[in-house]
């Protein structure tokens, strides 16, 4: 079972920042924080992942917390392309390792 | 960039028949996945392949289901007598090793039984 919590749904404006919060309460102090996304049924995109530091790629930015309890992830210019089901997942991400997908959230970018 | 390649995007099958679903994973990666997703419902771990065998599978992937990399760059799924309720996209991944690494999936290819 998914090991995070995260709310169903929510809208964003075009254009202006998207923050998708994450709890993890009970991760573990080697696993990492993976965002996917699933845009209309085709294959999970990857996004970003982080341990316990800030991350930001050319997709977006990852905000851990201190006790690594909760996370978000910011898309900073949301667009329409960006509709989609964003999954937030903790895996140990060691040699072999599966990832639990839970329902995610539903974002739904509005113009 | 580098891809998860899946064929076929679509198939439609008998019930009772057998379905040979493939995947040509990133080429210097070596684990392999089949995750699956009925319509409607969560992306769900199937199996996961390493050094030519099984290291792990879910209750789901019981005795209809087999894995093989048959060649260096092909990795299938095999389904040996369809039911209905193995309608479903199936997603093929992959991963290279190393701590914190990313597991890369395919475009999926959609079953459906009849």
């Known amino acids: 079972d998914a090991k995070t919590t995260q709310p169903p749904s929510m809208d964003c404006a075009e254009g202006r920042a998207a923050n998708l919060p994450c709890n993890h309460s009970?991760?573990?102090?080697?696993?990492?924080v993976y965002w996917y996304r699933q845009i209309h049924s085709q294959g999970p995109q990857y996004i970003i992942h982080?341990?316990?530091n800030n991350e930001t790629n050319e997709m977006a930015s990852l905000i851990i917390t201190e006790d690594r309890k909760s996370s978000t992830l910011i898309l900073p210019h949301a667009t329409l392309r960006d509709t989609a089901v964003y999954y937030c997942?903790?895996?140990?991400?060691?040699?072999?390792?599966?990832?639990?997908f839970g329902a995610g959230t539903t974002v739904t970018v509005r113009a | 960039e580098p891809e998860v390649t899946q064929t076929p995007s679509h198939q439609v099958t008998q019930m009772g028949q057998e379905v040979i679903l493939r995947c040509v994973p990133i080429?210097?990666?070596?684990?392999f996945y089949w995750y699956r997703q009925i319509l409607g419902q969560k992306v769900e771990f199937l199996v996961s392949?390493?050094?030519?065998?099984?290291?792990?599978k879910s209750e789901i992937f019981d005795d209809q289901f087999s894995v093989e990399r048959p060649d260096g760059s092909n990795f299938t799924l095999k389904i040996r007598s369809t039911k209905l309720e193995d309608s479903a996209m199936y997603f093929c991944?992959?991963?290279?090793?190393?701590?914190?690494?990313?597991?890369?999936f395919g475009e999926g290819s959609w079953l459906t039984v009849v």
């Open positions: 009970t991760i573990s102090g080697n696993e990492y």
């Open positions: 392949f390493y050094n030519n065998e099984i290291s792990e």
């Open positions: 991944a992959s991963h290279r090793t190393s701590s914190g690494n990313t597991i890369y």
């Open positions: 997942i903790v895996s140990s991400g060691s040699n072999d390792y599966k990832l639990s």
């Open positions: 080429s210097n990666h070596l684990y």
């Open positions: 982080g341990l316990k």
